[in-house]
């Protein structure tokens, strides 16, 4: 994590001589960001599992990528909260009409048919039982273990829809009730003594959507040059402190970083990314599945582990996802499940 928060302030750093407007963080940027951000935590994954040894900038890329993954995922939750208050401030309580079916239907079935191709593949290549994977789940380790942040997306859906169908006064009211909801998915899975990852990077929905709601009165606290000097600080005194607490700090900081440093500098607009946007949420279920297979069927190692993992993580993604479009376009059609778009 020591890299990105090296390389992040560097570019805030220079962005003070150049912030002469500022760049929106709308669709047509957080899309080739959640392309980014995909590959990102396969290679994260991937880094955690091969350890190359050819050269030693090759090293240092698989180090700086050991550390990404919590950033990375936090990023994710900072997009949903934004992305959740912009489009009700946009629509208005009409948002909400579909909004459960909607969402779930682009999450619940890739999360159920994934889950079950994992499962299906650990009872045959490493002998899972039906016990083991109850019990690992109630430790919470799901099927797909890094599919952990599909029920927190799915809970934060709910809490969503929930909070403002049952407040239908001011929005603060609702976006309180919304946090406070956030909040119970970050105590509950700490509570169980689940692994930090439920619960490290979570709140960042929370700043997502408060700072969206309030984009208008703190874009000049953007512009300010001691914004970034500021977050710079803050970020780099949040190393010292090595608890839960201080690690969580420095997770969820690296949101607010990234977001103000792609307000100042704007984003790289890429149809490669923009693909890679689109299948996201499907590279993040099926990278899974392919390293189990790539490390139960092959002898392959170090970067070129690493080459053939993206790679066909990328083509499976974009098959499955091609498949379930097929198949919820059937579904629909034939009238069989409520989730069907």
Same mark, same amino acid.
């Given at each position: 994590?020591?890299?990105?928060? !090296?390389?992040?302030?560097?570019?805030?750093?220079?962005?003070?001589?150049?912030?002469?407007?500022?760049?929106?963080?709308?669709?047509?940027?957080?899309?080739?960001?959640?392309? @980014?951000?995909?590959?990102?935590?396969?290679?994260?994954?991937?880094?955690?599992?091969?350890?190359?040894?050819?050269?030693?900038?090759?090293?240092? *890329? %698989?180090?700086?990528?050991?550390?990404?993954?919590?950033?990375?995922?936090? !990023?994710?939750?900072?997009?949903?909260?934004?992305?959740?208050?912009?489009?009700?401030?946009?629509?208005?309580?009409?948002? @909400?009409?579909?909004?459960?079916?909607?969402?779930?239907?682009?999450? !619940?079935?890739? $999360?159920? $048919?994934?889950?079950?191709?994992?499962?299906?593949?650990?009872?045959?290549?490493?002998?899972?039982? &039906?016990?083991?994977?109850?019990?690992?789940?109630?430790?919470?380790?799901?099927?797909?273990?890094?599919?952990?942040?599909?029920?927190?997306?799915?809970?934060?859906?709910?809490?969503?829809?929930?909070?403002?169908?049952?407040?239908?006064?001011?929005? &603060?009211?609702?976006?309180?009730?919304?946090? #406070?909801?956030?909040?119970? *998915?970050?105590?509950?899975?700490?509570?169980?003594? +689940?692994?930090? +990852? +439920?619960?490290?990077?979570?709140?960042?929905?929370?700043?997502?959507?408060?700072?969206?709601?309030?984009?208008?009165?703190?874009?000049?606290?953007?512009? %300010?040059?001691?914004?970034?000097?500021?977050?710079?600080?803050?970020?780099?005194?949040?190393?010292? #402190?090595?608890?839960?607490?201080?690690?969580?700090?420095?997770?969820? @900081?690296?949101?607010?970083?990234?977001?103000?440093?792609?307000?100042?500098?704007?984003?790289?607009?890429?149809?490669?990314?923009?693909?890679?946007?689109?299948?996201?949420?499907?590279?993040?279920?099926?990278?899974?599945?392919?390293?189990?297979?790539?490390?139960?069927?092959?002898? &392959?190692?170090?970067?070129?582990?690493?080459?053939?993992?993206?790679?066909?993580?990328?083509?499976?993604?974009?098959?499955?996802?091609? *498949? $379930?479009?097929?198949?919820?376009? $059937?579904?629909?059609?034939?009238?069989?499940?409520? #989730?069907?778009?």
């Amino acid at each position: 994590m020591i890299q990105l928060i !090296v390389i992040i302030s560097v570019l805030l750093a220079f962005s003070l001589y150049h912030c002469n407007k500022l760049y929106p963080f709308d669709v047509k940027t957080t899309l080739p960001l959640r392309g @980014l951000l995909a590959i990102l935590i396969v290679a994260h994954h991937v880094s955690q599992r091969y350890t190359p040894q050819e050269f030693e900038i090759i090293n240092q *890329c %698989h180090l700086f990528l050991r550390g990404v993954g919590g950033p990375v995922v936090t !990023v994710f939750f900072f997009i949903t909260g934004y992305g959740l208050a912009k489009s009700i401030s946009n629509k208005g309580d009409s948002y @909400l009409n579909g909004f459960l079916k909607k969402r779930l239907s682009g999450t !619940v079935p890739e $999360l159920l $048919l994934s889950s079950i191709i994992m499962i299906l593949i650990l009872m045959v290549f490493k002998d899972y039982t &039906v016990k083991q994977f109850v019990f690992k789940m109630m430790q919470g380790m799901p099927p797909i273990e890094q599919s952990w942040f599909m029920y927190i997306i799915i809970a934060i859906y709910i809490s969503f829809y929930i909070s403002y169908r049952i407040h239908t006064s001011h929005k &603060v009211n609702k976006g309180i009730l919304f946090s #406070f909801f956030v909040i119970a *998915c970050i105590f509950i899975p700490f509570y169980l003594n +689940w692994g930090k +990852w +439920w619960y490290n990077s979570t709140l960042s929905v929370c700043i997502g959507y408060w700072l969206s709601l309030n984009e208008k009165k703190i874009e000049p606290i953007i512009r %300010h040059p001691l914004t970034p000097l500021s977050i710079i600080c803050i970020w780099g005194a949040s190393l010292f #402190f090595k608890d839960p607490l201080g690690y969580m700090i420095t997770n969820n @900081l690296s949101a607010v970083a990234i977001y103000v440093c792609i307000r100042r500098y704007g984003f790289l607009h890429s149809n490669i990314l923009n693909f890679l946007g689109n299948i996201s949420l499907n590279i993040y279920l099926i990278h899974p599945i392919v390293i189990v297979l790539f490390q139960s069927r092959t002898s &392959v190692y170090g970067n070129m582990a690493m080459i053939m993992i993206v790679s066909f993580t990328i083509f499976f993604a974009y098959i499955f996802t091609f *498949c $379930l479009k097929f198949l919820k376009s $059937l579904i629909k059609t034939r009238g069989i499940l409520p #989730f069907a778009r």
